[in-house]
């Protein structure tokens, strides 16, 4: 599959697989250092939000500046902001709200940065007939460095009781990682003026994006949920630090064989198909886990969702790829939609991050977490709901769309 690929797409894919590396434990092992030193979820909430609102104003800024150079230039340089932020976090003292609000903000503010720009680079440097092979093969990276680098990383710190050498390592990756990107080519880029008048026009005119919007909303909230308790919620069920890395390697190798042999078979015409048995599945095994706060039902969700949840997203991003190439009727305009897109995604990611600092939930009182639960297995169906019905869906004999 990879010969297949052209020569910007093999080098983006080359960089995904390395900062694949980093990124699969970036986000819960900064949750676990501030667990660690704080023992409140109410702490990683605050780190949360200012992350979230870093975000946004990174997004902003990204915006701006892939309207003056190259998606892969603006990404490099958001990259190596990551690995700087990496080194503040390691640095400050969590236990006090100013370290917290800093380290969230910088954190948040290289990955506004870096996720605006590799969602312009996506659509520029992968030929629309190769998104699903690559989404599938980047995928299948993914799933390969989800088993391996999280046990490692703890284990690591499980038996030496310190954050600092994965940090360092987390560093050395990234920096790597932004070798490929120098060697992507002909992305040219004009200095044109930013429309964000006539995206909005053309997302009032357009329900298809309308309704994407509002999926990513949702999508938002599930994000949010991920990011300030989940992995907490799973450490306190598996008692250790090593436990969950262990849980975690089985259910990620597991998730790696079922979800690439049936991946790979995803296209476009049947990715309703799979989105909605996928989402059917997540709701029902999410709903059972939160009704039932045990090792068993924490087995079974995590076996059934870590398949269900790869193939929902491949068929989830081929749907909404499909849904930007059809009503976005400027190409250029697409790094000013990617903005736009970013406000209903903060908007949904504050409501749980706003909950858990105000409430600061414990395992002690866990009606919360539960409810936490219980949100994040409804989400699939509701997005599901939301976009089954967009054109670009239901026109499955439209030429342009590609079985």
């Known amino acids: 599959m990879f010969k297949q690929f052209s020569r910007n797409e ?19 092992f900064v949750n676990f250092f501030i667990w660690d030193k704080t023992n409140s979820l109410s702490s990683i909430a605050l780190f949360q939000i200012f992350c979230g609102i870093g975000i946004l104003i990174g997004a902003f800024l990204s915006t701006f500046l892939l309207n003056r150079a190259a998606p892969n ?32 903000f910088v954190f948040g503010f290289d990955i506004g940065l870096r996720a605006q720009a ?9 030929e629309v007939h190769s998104r699903e092979k690559f989404l599938t093969l980047d995928k ?20 030496t009781g310190d954050y600092t050498g994965i940090f360092v390592l987390m560093i050395i990756f990234l920096v790597v990682s932004v070798v490929p990107l120098l060697f992507i080519s002909g992305l040219n880029v004009a200095v044109t003026r930013l429309a964000f008048g006539e995206v909005l026009d053309e997302i009032k005119r357009e329900k298809d994006l309308k309704k994407t919007l509002t999926a990513k909303f949702f999508e938002g909230i599930q994000i949010g949920i991920d990011n300030s308790v989940w992995s907490i919620i799973v450490l306190s069920i598996v008692g250790s630090l090593q436990g969950w890395g262990l849980f975690n390697t089985i259910f990620a190798a597991l998730a790696a064989i079922v979800s690439y042999t049936i991946g790979k078979k995803i296209k476009f015409s049947n990715s309703k198909f799979v989105f909605a048995i996928m989402a059917v599945i997540l709701t029902v095994v999410g709903l059972l886990f939160a009704s039932n706060f045990n090792f068993a039902s924490y087995i079974l969700f995590s076996f059934v969702s870590g398949i269900a949840t790869n193939l929902f997203d491949t068929a989830f991003q081929s749907i909404e790829n499909k849904i930007k190439d059809r009503k976005i009727s400027d190409s250029n305009s697409l790094d000013e939609y990617n903005l736009i897109e970013e406000v209903p995604v903060f908007a949904g990611k504050m409501i749980p ?30 997005i599901f709901s939301i976009l089954s019905d967009v054109v670009v869906v239901r026109k499955s004999d439209d030429p342009f769309i590609e079985g």
């Open 118 to 126: 590799y969602k312009l680079l996506f659509t520029k440097a992968i």
């Open 353 to 382: 991050f706003l909950v858990v600092f105000i409430f600061n939930p414990t395992f002690e009182n866990d009606l919360l977490l539960r409810l936490f639960v219980a949100v994040i297995s409804i989400i699939p169906l509701l």
């Open 140 to 159: 299948l990276f993914s799933s390969i460095i989800s088993i391996v680098v999280p046990f490692i990383a703890a284990y690591t710190v499980s038996k």
């Open 73 to 104: 230039t603006v990404r490099a340089a958001g990259v190596i902001l990551t690995a700087v932020s990496i080194g503040i976090i390691s640095l400050l003292n969590p236990e006090t709200s100013s370290s917290l609000v800093l380290s969230g």
């Open 10 to 28: 093999k080098f983006f894919l080359l960089h995904d697989a390395v900062f694949l590396i980093p990124l699969s434990i970036i986000g819960i």
